[in-house]
């Protein structure tokens, strides 16, 4: 896997917005006045992916508490990133004209989740996770599958590096509680 380089423009956040290209797979940010392609997601980072937005939103929909979407474009703080997942509390998803889920998403997630894929360097992705909690994200994972291990990152605390058997924290109101084992456990097809 190669990833692209980051590349300085002149364009603003609002021009960067404008370019036909950012929606290509894998998408374009803007981090930095710079653009950064993302890496492109192979099997084991698209399963995972898949399942922690299934299990969320399975979770969260009864109560209408939060929703998660993969690969959401979020513009805020002149950055416009897409984390892997962007799980919103319900009231703060917006809504177009229709009460329709608007196509833009001028905000922070309210829990941001990466998944770390094979030759990708965590510092791009701890940047985007620690930049959406100077905005106001309550929580941050970052998921890597070689090591089997979850980095939590939450306002105000210390890193921790999550393990096996241990749960781990979700955001205020969810009902849901997972291991690390479950979630790598998703691995194996059956």
């Not at 995972?48 to 969260?60: A, L, P, T």
């Not at 510092?123 to 939590?152: A, H, M, P, R």
């Amino acid at each position: 896997m190669t990833i692209t380089p980051i590349k300085k423009t002149t364009l603003t956040l609002e021009e960067f917005l404008q370019q036909d290209y950012i929606e290509e797979s894998p998408a374009y940010e803007y981090i930095d006045n710079a653009i950064v392609r993302k890496s492109m997601p192979q099997g084991k980072h698209s399963q995972i992916q898949y399942k922690i937005c299934e299990v969320i939103n399975q979770f969260s929909q009864t109560d209408k508490v939060a929703y998660g979407l993969p690969e959401l474009r979020c513009n805020f703080g002149n950055r416009s990133i897409v984390p892997d997942i962007a799980v919103f509390f319900w009231e703060r998803i917006p809504l177009d004209e229709e009460g329709e889920i608007a196509n833009q998403f001028n905000s922070y997630p309210d829990w941001c989740i990466e998944i770390l894929s094979p030759n990708q360097k965590p510092t791009k992705v701890i940047d985007n996770i620690l930049f959406c909690l100077e905005y106001g994200t309550q929580l941050g994972w970052l998921i890597d599958s070689d090591e089997k291990i979850i980095l939590v990152f939450e306002q105000q605390k210390p890193l921790k590096i999550y393990r096996h058997e241990e749960i781990l924290p979700v955001i205020n109101n969810l009902n849901l509680e997972l291991t690390v084992n479950q979630i790598f456990s998703w691995l194996k097809i059956k």
